[in-house]
């Protein structure tokens, strides 16, 4: 059953006639969690938008080392997958379900026609793009220019729970924040050392978040 319309309340408010019948007449996917999306060579035919759950986006090197390029949740698109379908290319990276995902597939040629009949629509797809693509030229500027330290604090703080405990592996952090394994191991091991965190197995503990947070702000 299409159930665009119970997931994205307000985006069917601000859809033109031309977007519910795009919507009305696209195909609702799920995916199970560890699901692949597209592979990178793949080539692009539908335009996708999450309904419901949690997709990341990742390239890899020939060496086999990955880096997040971005993480997709209700409502987002792709904006590789918009980049693809503008240029007609094959897919630069992969995405894999986090969590059991609901998405729109709408096929590439309904996209391209509603992008020329329907001004809302064009603008909800540019305004996607826009911001996924601000988020790439930030994480450039990270991996390029910034200190492992700080955006590993960064990460600990933000994607913490209630007890202040960060779910993940070593390796996970490293594709993360597009780092090598051994040298986030290091860091961590160096703020275990001053008290900071507690390292488990699969998990961190972070003892003192005003320590992490200093960090995170140098």
């Known amino acids: 059953m299409n159930n665009w319309r119970q997931l994205l309340p307000e985006l069917e408010k601000s859809a033109d006639d031309i977007i519910c019948q795009l919507f009305d007449n696209s195909l609702v996917v799920t995916l199970e969690k560890d699901s692949t999306v597209f592979h990178q060579g793949d080539a692009c035919s539908n ?23 971005y993480r997709l949740f209700t409502g987002d698109s ?21 969590t059991a995902v609901t998405a729109l597939a709408i096929p590439a040629t309904q996209f391209n026609e509603a992008l020329q009949q329907s ?7 540019f305004s996607a793009f826009s911001s996924h693509l601000s988020d790439l030229i930030t994480l450039v500027e ?7 330290d700080v955006r590993l604090a960064k990460l600990l703080l933000s994607q913490c729970d209630d007890e202040n405990t960060f779910t993940s592996t070593h390796q996970n952090i490293a594709t993360e924040l597009g780092s090598a394994r051994e040298v986030i191991s290091r860091q961590l091991k160096d703020l275990e050392s001053k ?22 702000n140098s």
């Open 47 to 69: 335009y996708l938008i999450i309904l419901d759950g949690k997709v990341k986006v990742f390239t890899r090197a020939e060496n086999g080392r990955e880096i997040l390029l």
């Open 78 to 98: 792709c904006v590789l997958t918009t980049s693809c379908l503008f240029g007609n290319k094959n897919y630069p990276a992969e995405g894999k379900t986090e």
């Open 119 to 125: 001004t809302t629509f064009r603008e909800m797809v």
């Open 142 to 148: 990270e991996v390029a220019f910034g200190k492992v």
């Open 195 to 216: 008290g900071y965190i507690l390292i488990n197995r699969g998990s961190i503990n972070i003892i003192d978040p005003t320590a992490l947070q200093d960090i995170a």
